[in-house]
């Protein structure tokens, strides 16, 4: 028995919460078992809630400064989690890490500049990517068995013969669950650096491994990797606290920081509310005891979905994550349309799940389950799913 509850339900209807409010919205009706955006059914840390109620106790909200015990809290972070060392000068806040990506898009490149990701792949880089006139290509994963892996080659091709400005990298890579290796993560550094393109490194699970596998932040692993470094993170997933607004960027190269971070001042991106503030020192000074039980109890969903669906649901084969509480769902075997699949998730097993072609075309058949709940409700979940299928199997 650990010191933490993620057994309890709790009731988020009214609260404006997106997982259950916004259901009708984006699947049509309200009668659906949440499982789809990535934020969590688990309370927040009990000394995360104390020191932001604490200070909302106070009966004034005005403008605040900057504590340095903020910008301690990350980069103690950091090094203490995944040995990065990381220094104040090269670090800011952004005010969200899809937001980041968008100020570096509109600041580094220009219209019509090629940017490179490789799908399936968290589907708001395309989506700023195109919607800031700047043109996508796409540098597919290859599947290889129970995963993917990265094509080096094909990257270099891209860099080589199209001379794209940016990569958007996703390190964890979401939706596939994958925390690259650091040879990988090398090679990438490697050509980026040759062939003159910035990487934009989203690491916002970064904190979320699993099985106690590290995570490499990818301007660590080489010279060349701090370069051309854009690295955005957030206490955000781990501590399950996106509400609150707090991201931050490290840029290691004096060449790329100081242009960027200007602008991002001068704009006035750069500055946190009070709220991120103290949510953010109270997550990563007094919530790692917390996210060690949390993941642990992630690690027993995840067995919980593979017992069942092997019991049950032998023709879903789900590719177990490395990171995150965010779970990749091959249903393909099933022989359904997309159309097909979506109205089994949503109509016959009244599930809300995000459906794979979001990421993607190379997503088609798969659908993406969120497992951050408590397990009870995961298992009937799944069982609701399969009972919905029977008859169609039958």
């Known amino acids: 028995m650990g010191n933490f509850d993620f057994d309890s339900i709790i009731d988020r209807h009214g609260t404006g919460a997106i997982k259950v409010d916004g259901l009708t919205e984006f ?97 708001p880089f395309k989506m700023v990517i195109e919607g800031n ?6 540098n597919p994963l290859i599947p290889v068995d129970n995963g993917y892996r990265m094509d080096l080659e094909g990257l270099e091709r891209i860099f080589r013969d199209e001379h794209p400005r940016m990569m958007i990298l996703c390190n964890p890579h979401n939706p596939v669950g994958i ?66 607004v707090s991201s931050w960027c490290v840029i290691k190269d004096e060449a790329l920081r100081e242009g960027f971070f200007r602008w991002l001042q001068v704009n006035e991106f ?30 027993g969903n995840l067995d919980e ?12 084969k789900m590719i177990r994550p490395e990171a995150s509480f965010l779970v990749w769902l091959d249903c393909r075997n099933l022989g359904l349309s997309h ?15 995000n459906d794979g072609v979001m990421f993607g075309e190379q997503g088609a058949g798969f659908m993406r389950l969120n497992v951050g709940c408590p397990r009870h409700v995961l298992r009937e979940s799944v069982m609701s799913l399969a009972e919905a299928l029977r008859p169609a199997m039958a």
């Open 179 to 244: 925390q690259w290796d650091k040879d990988t993560l090398r090679r990438v550094a490697s050509l980026a650096f040759r062939y003159n393109v910035i990487v934009v490194s989203d690491e916002i699970h970064g904190d979320l491994m699993l099985e106690g596998r590290p995570h490499y932040p990818f301007a660590s692993v080489s010279d060349e990797a701090a370069k051309v470094a854009v690295t955005l993170g957030a206490p955000s997933k781990t501590f399950n606290i996106a509400g609150l």
């Open 27 to 123: 699947f049509g009706r309200d009668d659906l078992q949440g499982m789809w955006i990535a934020d969590m059914d688990f309370c927040v840390a009990p000394k995360i809630q104390e020191i932001l109620v604490n200070r909302m106790r106070h009966p004034i909200y005005g403008y605040n400064v900057v504590p340095e015990e903020y910008w301690k809290s990350i980069t103690d972070w950091l090094m203490r989690r995944h040995g990065w060392s990381v220094d104040r000068k090269d670090m800011t806040y952004i005010p969200g890490v899809v937001k980041g990506i968008g100020y570096a898009v509109n600041y580094f490149t220009e219209k019509n500049d090629k940017i490179v990701i490789q799908p399936p792949v968290y589907h």
């Open 270 to 299: 750069d500055a946190p509310t009070f709220v991120a503030i103290y949510g953010t020192i109270a997550a990563y000074n007094y919530g790692e005891e917390w996210l060690d039980e949390m993941l642990g109890y992630i690690e």
């Open 305 to 316: 979905v593979e017992k069942v669906l092997a019991e049950e649901l032998p023709e879903i």
């Open 133 to 138: 006139g700047r043109t996508l290509v796409n």
């Open 339 to 353: 159309s097909q699949l979506i109205d089994l998730f949503v109509n016959k097993a009244h599930l809300a799940l």
